[in-house]
């Protein structure tokens, strides 16, 4: 919605949560955008758009999904020449982290890498790294905190239990071990 408003160009908002594309369709008509952003559904490894028919690929934490690799690897090839991949990745801060945080990430993102490497995954990819930085933990709390105030809405609901078990062990690693991952703002540059 930022891109669109600060921006004022056509955004195309891939997602394959139809909920969350509602969210977004109703947030762009309440601000006046609906003829800028356009909500669809699709799967981010196989977006069914045409190679080099982007500018800018804006993604917050997808390519987690996909590993880094593999999601430079799909999206590279829909920027045009000089086009702009600006992503936030999984991201190790220590290159020794507590083993319980390995354990866990190497069950969500067995491929995390570290700021070094994956600056080297996105330079063997043929990319320009124009910039990078490492996102605040406030920005996990203020995750975290919409989340935790969400959880009592479920607690009732046997089919979500394990969900909202993993959500608070989740929190919990983070307040234990956050110090040594977190995301990095990647920007990225096809030549």
Same mark, same amino acid.
């Given at each position: 919605?930022?891109? &669109?408003?600060?921006?004022?160009? =056509?955004?195309?908002?891939?997602?394959?949560?139809?909920?969350?594309?509602?969210?977004?369709?109703?947030?762009?008509?309440?601000?006046?955008?609906?003829?800028?952003?356009?909500?669809?559904? @699709?799967?981010?490894?196989? =977006?069914?758009?045409?190679?080099?028919?982007?500018?800018?690929?804006?993604?917050?934490?997808?390519?987690?999904?996909? @590993?880094?690799?593999?999601?430079?690897?799909?999206?590279?090839?829909?920027?045009?020449?000089?086009?702009?991949?600006?992503?936030?990745?999984?991201?190790?801060?220590?290159?020794?982290?507590?083993?319980?945080?390995?354990?866990? !990430?190497?069950?969500?993102?067995?491929?995390?890498?570290?700021?070094?490497?994956?600056?080297?995954?996105?330079?063997?990819?043929?990319?320009?790294?124009?910039?990078?930085?490492?996102?605040?933990?406030?920005? !996990? !709390?203020?995750?975290?905190?919409?989340?935790? &105030?969400?959880?009592?809405?479920?607690?009732?609901?046997?089919?979500?239990?394990?969900?909202?078990?993993?959500?608070?062990?989740?929190?919990?690693?983070?307040?234990?071990? @956050?110090?040594?991952?977190?995301?990095?703002?990647?920007?990225?540059?096809? =030549?």
């Amino acid at each position: 919605m930022l891109l &669109a408003q600060t921006l004022q160009v =056509p955004v195309l908002a891939l997602d394959a949560d139809g909920m969350a594309l509602d969210d977004l369709w109703e947030s762009a008509r309440d601000r006046g955008l609906l003829h800028l952003v356009k909500p669809c559904p @699709g799967d981010m490894a196989n =977006p069914g758009l045409a190679p080099e028919s982007l500018d800018l690929i804006w993604s917050e934490g997808a390519v987690t999904h996909l @590993g880094l690799v593999e999601g430079l690897r799909c999206w590279q090839a829909l920027l045009c020449s000089g086009g702009v991949m600006a992503l936030t990745d999984a991201t190790w801060f220590d290159t020794d982290p507590p083993e319980e945080a390995r354990r866990a !990430w190497a069950e969500w993102y067995p491929t995390m890498g570290t700021e070094a490497r994956n600056l080297q995954v996105a330079r063997d990819a043929g990319l320009k790294v124009l910039g990078h930085f490492r996102l605040p933990s406030r920005d !996990w !709390w203020d995750y975290y905190d919409g989340v935790a &105030a969400r959880l009592p809405l479920f607690a009732t609901d046997e089919s979500v239990a394990s969900v909202i078990e993993g959500q608070k062990a989740e929190m919990d690693l983070y307040r234990r071990t @956050g110090s040594s991952y977190g995301y990095v703002f990647y920007v990225l540059q096809k =030549p």
